[in-house]
């Protein structure tokens, strides 16, 4: 698989291939961070989620890891599939404040 | 289920028309908020109602207006279109504010002003 940073406009990976899309957050009070996929025309849709007192998550062929220590979050997708070609963007909240999201990423899958 | 209605899917309008961008709910959700996306710039917030019968600022809410009519339901009005309010608008719901829970979105309002 291929990692790449959110200041990276488009991630290409190869179907079946793993992929790491990264986020580096900005503030040391976000207690809570969600991983969003956009596809074109569509709104934002919720893919997982994790608060501040854990270091993964899983669901199904996703991974959320959380280092607080760097501030940054990443996205794993496992076997990466035509379907997942879309935008990611994270977003991170604190408890005293609102939603605040990134500026988000490509993902493009090559058959 | 729906989830987060939005209407109208595209709009064109004209530099000083009005229009009323509506949204809907059936999540039963207590918040919900409007944002504009446009290219990067990533979602920035307008408008925002923690909870029926509140409304508050967000980042971005000169030349917008908006109502909680119920709690299903938070429009988003335009009173003078500008040019710079050429964008794609996004209304979003969460079960309750400050809380730790994803925010839903609809699919979005395209909206072009000339």
């Known amino acids: 698989g291929e990692s790449v940073g959110l200041h990276l406009p488009t991630l290409s990976v190869q179907e079946g291939d793993n992929s790491i899309i990264n986020c580096a957050y900005s503030?040391?009070?976000?207690?809570?961070f969600i991983w969003y996929k956009q596809e074109s025309g569509k709104g934002p849709q919720f893919i997982i989620d994790i608060r501040s007192n854990m270091d993964k998550r899983q669901g199904q062929r996703v991974t959320v890891l959380l280092n607080k220590t760097v501030k940054h979050l990443s996205l794993q997708i496992a076997a990466t599939q035509p379907g997942d070609s879309a935008v990611y963007f994270c977003?991170?909240?604190?408890?005293?404040?609102?939603?605040?999201f990134g500026k988000g990423i490509t993902l493009s899958v090559r058959p | 289920n729906a989830g987060v209605t939005q209407t109208p899917k595209f709009q064109v309008l004209k530099t000083g028309q009005s229009m009323t961008l509506q949204c809907a709910q059936d999540?039963?959700?207590?918040?919900m908020y409007w944002y504009r996306q446009d290219p990067g710039m990533g979602l920035r917030l307008i408008y925002y109602s923690a909870s029926e019968g509140t409304t508050d600022k967000g980042e971005v809410p000169n030349g917008y207006n908006v109502s909680r009519l119920n709690k299903r339901e938070f429009s988003l009005r335009l009173e003078s279109a500008a040019p710079s309010q050429t964008s794609v608008y996004f209304c979003a719901s969460q079960w309750a504010f400050r809380q730790n829970q994803p925010q839903h979105f609809g699919d979005g309002t395209r909206l072009s002003i000339l």
């Open positions: 977003a991170e909240n604190r408890l005293d404040s609102k939603l605040t």
């Open positions: 999540m039963n959700h207590n918040s």
């Open positions: 503030n040391s009070a976000s207690d809570y």
